[in-house]
Structure formats: structure tokens, C-alpha cells
């Protein structure tokens, strides 16, 4: 094979896990997120029936937050597997778990209909998704880092985040699809599970593409010098290895992370804080808020998270290549530094019940906040970790800081009722979060850990997540 063939066959295979990510990062994502948007439209009034509608809004953000709590435990154990025995596989997985638990919501009877056991099924089946997408981020995002030169990881990392916002602007589109064409009755009584159903569909194609793609070549290179490490020890007489002291086991991933990057660890979670409380107060709560509190149509923040999430299939991308240049901690600085200056005016922007204002409060906060940080996210985590253990690194960072943000509307809703129905609680609660996350960033070191050499011992690279 020359040397063009090869280049052209490394591309058409770069291109085909770059799609494979997205498209299976972005059913993944779309399941999430439509169970936020239905907590926050339905889940109240057709599974926790409450006199109060904002008890009841409560209750169903408390369904949407449980999920968080299996996200961690899917992260360790495909983290786990994704290590030893490739992402590939792994993903393939967490792409049917989370599709079915999504596809079987749709078809649950309501509380009217079978009473309580309607809202413990729904608890359950969130539990089951939470768990399938615990494991999804680390393997989606690997999948790309580890097939592209290190030069264009931060752009080429972003691309599977574009899923997430690809996920909230057509689980948005479809709700609102849904809700426009729909009589309020007709949406109440069966169109809500539309979107839950859709998922069938995106599960069969996100299957085909996964089924399709190789592994990647850091996590080959890996296994293939273990591999010879392994040979290498073998040649040696039981009695050399004793007298030398050498051993040959099969790492614990869990074990390496906590005994060899617990520092990283623990600072990937306080960085991720901010985006994911700011996500959800941004996309989950802030819907509630204004259809519930502030009594507005309900297509008005549903329009303004469909356009928000539009300018982010642009913007997630942009930044992923800036962080190329600047220095990922640099995005994530910026990002943070600004939530913490905008949790203020974005309520005020919301309280002005103004449709244009709203909308753009939406599309500037999800762009410039989240968003922002959430591009540069993989490739930021990746270079904490060593190739052996980066699928559990990353899962357990990020999965773990999850439940903060899963729990993020209804702790939202509580502050809100504290404060007598104001958000400026909420604003507070954002601010203080951001501010943490802000000092976790300046933190990190980069490279902190990188690829085994052949003597065992990790080998650094040129700085590139600097800032």
C-alpha cells in the first residue's frame, strides 16, 4: 500500500469514528434530555399529582435527578471494561441500554391508570438510562481524542459534544413539534410519548454506524505493548522474575485512578461543576420556571433552547479550535468567569417575560456558558490521565460532578421556594458554584499524565491544555 492509500484509508477511518461519536453520543444525549424537557412540561400532572403544580414540578425534577445517581456507577464499571477490553464494545452498550430504558418510557401507563407503581417504574427506568449514559461520555469522547493527531484534539474533541447540543435542540424541536400540533389534551394524553418512542429509530442507526468503526489507536498501541511486556516477562525463569522482584498484572483501572490520579480526579470534578449546574439551570429549570412561575407560554422558552442549541452546533466546534491555540484551561476559564458575571442578568432577562429578550438570554448564556466549557471538556480531562486508565478517569470525573448537576432543578426549585418564588437564590447558587469551578481550572497541571513508555514510567508531551 503506498503512502497516499494509506493516509486516504487513515482518513475514511478517522471519519468513520468521528460519526460513529456523534451519532451515538447524540441519541444518547436526545434520551437525557427529553426526560429534562417532559419533567419539566408533564411528568408533574400525569405521574406526581399534586394540589400545588410547583410540588408537583419538584417531584418529577426529583425523577429527573435520581438518574444522576446511577451515572457514576455505569461510569466506573464501562469505564472499567472500556479500559481493559476497548471502548468500542463498551459503547456499544451504553448506545442499548440507554435507548431501550428511553423507548420503554413511552410506553408507561400514568399514575391515573396504574396509580403508584407509575411513578416507580418511571424512577426505574431513569435509573437504568443514567446508568447506560454513565459510561457513554468517557467512550464517545475517547473515540475521537485517541484517532486524531494531538495538534487538532481540542477541535476534533468538540465534535461529539456538538451532540449534546444536537440532543437538547431535537428534543426541543420535537416537544415543541409536538406541542404545536397537538391539541393541549391531545399532547397530555398521548403526544408526550412521541419523542420517548422516536428513540427506536435513532437506537437502530446508532447501532449500525457503532458496529461499523474500529478501535482506536492509542488504546491498541496500549494493549499491544502490554502485550509485549507480558511476552517479555514470560521469557524470564520463574526464579529471575522472584530475584528481580518482577510481576506482571493486569491493572485495576478503579485502583490505578485512586492511587496513582486522585489529585486529578478530584479536580476534574470541581471543574465540571459549573457546566453542569449551569446546563441544567439553563435548559431544565429555567423552562419550569417561566411556564410554571412566571405563567408564560410554554412554546417561548422551548423556542429559545431550540435556537440556543442551534448556535451551538457552530459554536462548540469554533471553540474546540480556538482551545487548539489558546490553551483548553484558557476556554475553561473563560466560560466559568462568565457564568459567574451572567446568573444575575440572565434572570433579570428571563423576569422581563419579553419573548425576545428570553430567547436571547437563552442563546447567549447556553453559548457563552456551558457550552463554552463543555467543548473543550474531553480533550481537557484526556490529558490528565494515562491511556490504561482514561476511560475510567473520565467517566468517574465527570459522572460524579453529574449528580450535582442532575440534582441542580430541583435543588433550583427549592431555592426558588425559599426565596418566595424569586430566582435570585438560584443566581447565588451559580455564582458560588462557578466560582469553585473557576479555582479548580487554574489547578490542573497539563500534561500530568500521559501514554507508558516501555520501561513502565509515563511519558510527557508538549504542553497543549495550558492557559
Known amino acids: 500500500m503506498n503512502t497516499l492509500t494509506h493516509k486516504n484509508a487513515q482518513s475514511a477511518a478517522r471519519r468513520r469514528v468521528i460519526i460513529a461519536s456523534f451519532a451515538g453520543a447524540l441519541l444518547e444525549w436526545y434520551d437525557f434530555f427529553i426526560f429534562g424537557t417532559a419533567a419539566g412540561l408533564v411528568f408533574g400532572p400525569l405521574f406526581f399529582p399534586q394540589e400545588n403544580p410547583v410540588l408537583g414540578t419538584i417531584a418529577s425534577f426529583a425523577a429527573f435527578g435520581i438518574g444522576f445517581f446511577a451515572r457514576p456507577l455505569g461510569g466506573i464499571v464501562f469505564g472499567h471494561y472500556g479500559d481493559l477490553i476497548g471502548r468500542k464494545v463498551t459503547l456499544i452498550w451504553t448506545l442499548l441500554i440507554v ?75 420535537v416537544f415543541a413539534l409536538c406541542h404545536k400540533l ?50 517479555a516477562l514470560l521469557q524470564v525463569t520463574m526464579v529471575e522474575r522472584q530475584a528481580a522482584g518482577l510481576t506482571f498484572k493486569e491493572p485495576v483501572p478503579l485502583v490505578q485512578i485512586f492511587t496513582r490520579h486522585s489529585r486529578e480526579v478530584l479536580l476534574a470534578l470541581g471543574t465540571r461543576l459549573v457546566e453542569a449546574v449551569s446546563s441544567n439551570i439553563i435548559n431544565a429549570f429555567s423552562i419550569a420556571y417561566l411556564a410554571t412561575q412566571l405563567a408564560m407560554n410554554k412554546q417561548i422558552p422551548l423556542a429559545g433552547m431550540l435556537i440556543a442549541s442551534a448556535f451551538g452546533l457552530l459554536s462548540c466546534p469554533f471553540f474546540g479550535w480556538l482551545s487548539d491555540r489558546v490553551g483548553q484551561r484558557r476556554i475553561y476559564k473563560w466560560g466559568s468567569l462568565f457564568c459567574a458575571l451572567y446568573a444575575l442578568p440572565f434572570f433579570l432577562l428571563l423576569n422581563t417575560q419579553n419573548p425576545v429578550l428570553i430567547v436571547l438570554a437563552m442563546i447567549v448564556g447556553y453559548n457563552f456558558g456551558p457550552t463554552m466549557m463543555f467543548a473543550v471538556q ?33 435543588i433550583a426549585s427549592i431555592l426558588m421556594a425559599l426565596g418566595g418564588g424569586s430566582p435570585w437564590y438560584v443566581a447565588a447558587y451559580l455564582i458560588a458554584v462557578a466560582l469553585l469551578s473557576l479555582r479548580c481550572v487554574s489547578l490542573i497541571r497539563a500534561p500530568v499524565a500521559q501514554p507508558p513508555s516501555a520501561s513502565g514510567i509515563p511519558a510527557s508531551e508538549p504542553e497543549r491544555s495550558g492557559g
Open 99 to 173: 435507548g431501550v430504558s428511553t423507548f420503554l418510557i413511552g410506553l408507561l401507563p400514568t399514575y391515573g391508570q396504574i396509580g403508584i407503581a407509575a411513578p416507580l417504574l418511571l424512577v426505574l427506568l431513569r435509573l437504568i438510562q443514567g446508568f447506560g449514559l454513565g459510561g457513554e461520555y468517557g467512550g464517545a469522547a475517547l473515540m475521537t481524542f485517541e484517532s486524531v493527531p494531538d495538534s487538532q484534539r481540542g477541535f476534533f474533541g468538540s465534535i461529539p459534544q456538538m451532540a449534546s447540543c444536537a440532543g437538547i435542540m431535537l428534543a426541543t424541536g
Open 182 to 231: 397537538l391539541t393541549p389534551e391531545q399532547f397530555m394524553l398521548w403526544g408526550w410519548r412521541l419523542p420517548f418512542l422516536l428513540s427506536a429509530v435513532m437506537l437502530v442507526v446508532g447501532m449500525y454506524i457503532r458496529l461499523h468503526i474500529q478501535e482506536t489507536g492509542d488504546f491498541r498501541d496500549a494493549r499491544k505493548q502490554q502485550m509485549h511486556q507480558k511476552q
Open 378 to 410: 474531553p480533550t481537557l480531562y484526556a490529558r490528565m490521565f494515562d491511556t490504561r486508565v482514561r476511560y475510567t478517569g473520565l467517566s468517574l470525573a465527570y459522572q460524579v460532578s453529574a449528580i450535582l448537576g442532575g440534582l441542580t432543578p430541583l
